[in-house]
């Protein structure tokens, strides 16, 4: 009898010690799910994995927050183009009868992608996010034009790689955004971006779900 008193004696601190250690273990991996479910989202969204980026995106949620951003975001522009430019105050008043497609367009794949690589709306008309690269087709390699080819072909192709240039240009930043994520709040994580100091910044928020589970809800346009 004493000995099995003096085993179960002798297992209670292996006991004590497993549990503190299995409750320290599920903290740390409740801290960092946020950052896990980025990391998720990002690889998901820049392969258009639909499917997985489901799981990590409140689309709901982000295209109520997206039409409230862009909506403020052209309300903005058109009060500070109240008293200049009349073509850019139109242009502003176009950008927000069609808040409703751009919306659509962003809470997409291809709109997640976008929002994760520093390209967020900028509220113009018929804009849409970056198309995915096309499986199997890799950039031309950069050259002078083939010997065989005539003067009249290198023009077009000169004009014709200048405008796919400068549409690349147009969509894409000039340079990776400066990145930085951490929580605010106990149920609230933001991503928020910057391509330089003194550019606009904005973050893409994401919100708990239970414990472990955060989904990218909501952007902000105006940090």
Known sequence: MAVSMHKKRGARPLIVALIVMVVIAALGFAYASPYI???NLKRAADARDAQTVN????????R???????????????????????LAAIGAMIGVALIGPLVDAYATPDGVAALLNGMPPRGEPGERPPAPPVAGNPPAAKGPAPASAGAG???????????????ARSTA???PPQTTAGYRGLN????????????AR?????????LFTWKLAAVNLNE
Do not use: C, M, W
């Not at 609230?188 to 550019?199: L, N, P, R, S």
């Not at 904005?202 to 239970?210: C, H, K, N, T, V």
């Open 55 to 62: 799981q990590y995106v409140d689309f709901p949620a982000l």
């Open 202 to 210: 904005y973050s893409a928020i994401f919100l708990r779900e239970g």
């Open 64 to 86: 109520e927050s997206l039409k409230q951003q862009v909506t403020g975001l052209l309300t903005r522009r058109l009060d500070s183009h109240g008293n200049g430019d009349p």
């Open 188 to 199: 609230e994580f933001a991503v928020t971006y910057q391509h330089g100091a003194g550019d």
């Open 37 to 39: 479910a980025l990391n």
């Open 153 to 167: 072909n290198n023009a077009n192709s000169g004009a014709t790689g200048s405008a796919t240039g400068n549409a």
């Open 173 to 175: 930043p000039p340079q």
